[in-house]
């Protein structure tokens, strides 16, 4: 209740303005009126001044209202600031920072506004535009300074910002550094025409959004570096899982050529194009099907080393999870596992995918009737010690679905000695708009 009588606090005040400053008009009038037709009602006349005099007073009262004053600029900032985050979605690009410096000109008494990096200039609105164009080398000696200290400048004369004195209008400045961390990456830039219009106001803002604008790119910054770790994790990956089993299925290629050529030229293609994916999908993102599809096909190349009798795969995914938006290689590699540490020494190892919707959620199961495993390696693969080997493989998966389906997705380990291994992946979210990306937490 006491933040929307805040928010409503503004437009009282306002109505209550132009009340008062209406009466004031309408009485002015009436004075006016009875002076030009010299008709004098000295009633009429002492009221409408009375109302005259009164509805000024209270106008430039609530004016000078200091609550009236820093509402309406208050207002007027978190309206700005808005606008500005708005602009920084993706990071300070040139095309962003000439929004803002157009967005921050008229908003200040300032003649200029200037968006650098630390080199060039990003952005420039105001006077002396077309002398400034964005790309053009910075040229003040005071920019050059807060680049290499990282201090804010408030300069009242045109030697210190670095220009002849006869040479611009431009008298007066305040520049801001813009920091990622410790690190000093660009300033932003007011000009003024004089001095004097250097207020306390304006300090403030200069240092509020460059305050704004350094934490926005930090966060633009920590976003890249996110996704580079992602795209790094997904490489590292792929390395891991390549090498044992290229030489694996190359082998048994090469055992096939004499004995059947034909299943050989067949699994060769069908190796080529599982390259040619494993390479391709290292975007964020891939449909379910293209990556139980990829399973699929890694799963031919068991099946020709260990054979039929030995191992064997069942797929039953619900036609809605097809759609589904996952990362890639979160199947496989599950897959994979179970065929390297389940295969029991004698009889058939069934792998089973299964995939449902449950709500708004999407559970992926990967299930074997292999060997199972002992309660310590189950929380081997939970938590595991090494950077290698079976643990680690699973954690990657359960590192990406948290990456990619928020912190409320998880990860099931379930297994029995003799009775095999269920690895269930509970992707929170992902049946509701299936074909758009699910939204981080």
Same mark, same amino acid.
């Given at each position: 209740?006491?933040?929307?009588?805040? &928010?409503?606090?503004?437009?009282?005040?306002?109505?209550?303005?132009?009340?008062?400053?209406?009466?004031?008009?309408?009485?002015?009038?009436?004075?006016?009126?009875? %002076?030009? +037709?010299?008709?004098?009602?000295?009633?009429?006349?002492?009221?409408?001044?009375?109302?005259?005099?009164?509805?000024?007073?209270?106008?430039?009262?609530?004016?000078?209202?200091?609550?009236?004053?820093?509402?309406?600029?208050? =207002?007027?900032?978190?309206? %700005?600031?808005?606008?500005?985050?708005?602009?920084?979605? =993706?990071?300070?690009?040139? #095309?962003?920072?000439?929004?803002?410096?157009?967005?921050?000109l008229p908003s200040t008494a300032a003649?200029?506004?200037?968006?650098?990096?630390?080199?060039?200039?990003?952005?420039?609105?105001?006077?002396?535009?077309?002398?400034?164009?964005?790309?053009?080398?910075?040229?003040?000696?005071?920019?050059?300074?807060?680049?290499?200290?990282?201090?804010?400048?408030? %300069?009242?004369?045109?030697?210190?910002?670095?220009?002849?004195?006869?040479?611009?209008?431009?008298?007066?400045?305040?520049?801001?550094?813009?920091?990622?961390?410790?690190?000093?990456?660009?300033?932003?830039?007011?000009?003024?025409?004089?001095?004097?219009?250097?207020?306390?106001?304006?300090?403030?803002?200069?240092?509020?959004?460059?305050? %704004?604008?350094? +934490?926005?790119?930090?966060?633009?910054? @920590?976003?890249?570096?996110?996704? $580079?770790?992602?795209?790094?994790?997904? &490489?590292?990956?792929?390395?891991?899982?390549?090498?044992?089993?290229?030489?694996? +299925?190359?082998?048994?290629?090469?055992?096939?050529?004499? +004995?059947?050529?034909?299943?050989?030229?067949?699994?060769?293609?069908?190796?080529?194009?599982?390259? *040619? *994916?494993?390479? #391709?999908?290292?975007? =964020?993102?891939?449909?379910?099907?293209?990556?139980?599809?990829?399973?699929?096909?890694?799963?031919?190349?068991?099946?020709? *080393?260990?054979?039929?009798?030995?191992?064997?795969?069942?797929?039953?995914? =619900?036609?809605?999870?097809?759609?589904? $938006?996952?990362?890639?290689?979160?199947?496989?590699?599950?897959?994979?596992?179970?065929?390297?540490?389940?295969?029991?020494?004698?009889?058939?190892?069934?792998?089973?995918?299964?995939?449902?919707?449950?709500?708004?959620?999407?559970?992926?199961?990967?299930?074997?009737?292999?060997?199972?495993?002992? #309660?310590?390696?189950?929380?081997?693969? @939970?938590?595991?010690?090494?950077?290698?080997?079976?643990?680690?493989?699973?954690?990657?998966?359960?590192?990406?679905?948290?990456g990619y389906f928020g912190s409320s997705?998880?990860?099931?380990?379930?297994?029995?000695?003799? *009775?095999?291994?269920?690895?269930?992946?509970?992707?929170?979210?992902?049946?509701?708009?299936?074909?758009?990306?699910?939204?981080?937490?």
């Open positions: 209740m006491e933040e929307e009588n805040e &928010k409503e606090h503004p437009s009282r005040l306002f109505t209550l303005e132009m009340l008062m400053f209406t009466i004031a008009v309408i009485s002015g009038m009436v004075l006016l009126y009875s %002076l030009v +037709t010299r008709e004098i009602n000295i009633f009429v006349l002492f009221a409408a001044g009375l109302s005259f005099t009164l509805s000024i007073v209270m106008v430039i009262r609530l004016l000078m209202d200091p609550d009236s004053v820093r509402a309406r600029q208050s =207002d007027a900032m978190l309206k %700005l600031a808005s606008q500005t985050l708005a602009y920084m979605s =993706d990071g300070l690009d040139r #095309e962003a920072a000439q929004k803002i410096c157009g967005l921050l003649i200029a506004v200037a968006i650098t990096d630390k080199e060039q200039i990003l952005a420039y609105s105001g006077y002396e535009a077309a002398a400034n164009p964005s790309g053009s080398m910075i040229r003040t000696l005071a920019t050059h300074a807060t680049l290499n200290d990282g201090m804010m400048r408030i %300069l009242f004369t045109p030697e210190e910002i670095g220009f002849s004195d006869d040479t611009t209008n431009i008298r007066a400045a305040i520049i801001v550094p813009l920091k990622i961390g410790k690190n000093v990456e660009g300033t932003l830039k007011f000009y003024y025409r004089r001095a004097k219009h250097i207020s306390e106001t304006q300090k403030s803002i200069a240092e509020g959004f460059g305050k %704004l604008l350094s +934490t926005q790119m930090a966060a633009a910054a @920590l976003e890249e570096q996110t996704k $580079l770790a992602t795209s790094m994790e997904l &490489k590292m990956l792929q390395s891991q899982i390549n090498p044992h089993f290229l030489f694996n +299925t190359i082998n048994t290629i090469a055992s096939l050529i004499r +004995t059947d050529p034909e299943t050989a030229r067949t699994l060769l293609r069908e190796f080529a194009v599982f390259y *040619r *994916r494993t390479l #391709e999908d290292s975007a =964020d993102l891939i449909v379910f099907a293209r990556e139980i599809e990829q399973t699929q096909r890694y799963f031919t190349f068991e099946v020709a *080393r260990f054979g039929a009798e030995r191992v064997a795969m069942q797929v039953d995914i =619900d036609a809605e999870v097809e759609d589904m $938006l996952v990362p890639p290689f979160l199947i496989q590699p599950l897959v994979e596992n179970a065929v390297r540490h389940a295969m029991p020494s004698e009889g058939r190892l069934t792998v089973t995918v299964t995939g449902r919707i449950e709500g708004n959620d999407v559970v992926v199961s990967v299930a074997d009737d292999g060997v199972g495993m002992t #309660e310590e390696a189950r929380q081997n693969i @939970l938590h595991p010690e090494s950077s290698t080997g079976l643990g680690i493989a699973v954690k990657n998966v359960h590192d990406r679905i948290h997705a998880h990860m099931d380990v379930e297994s029995e000695l003799g *009775r095999g291994t269920c690895v269930r992946l509970v992707l929170t979210g992902g049946a509701v708009n299936p074909t758009e990306e699910p939204a981080n937490h």
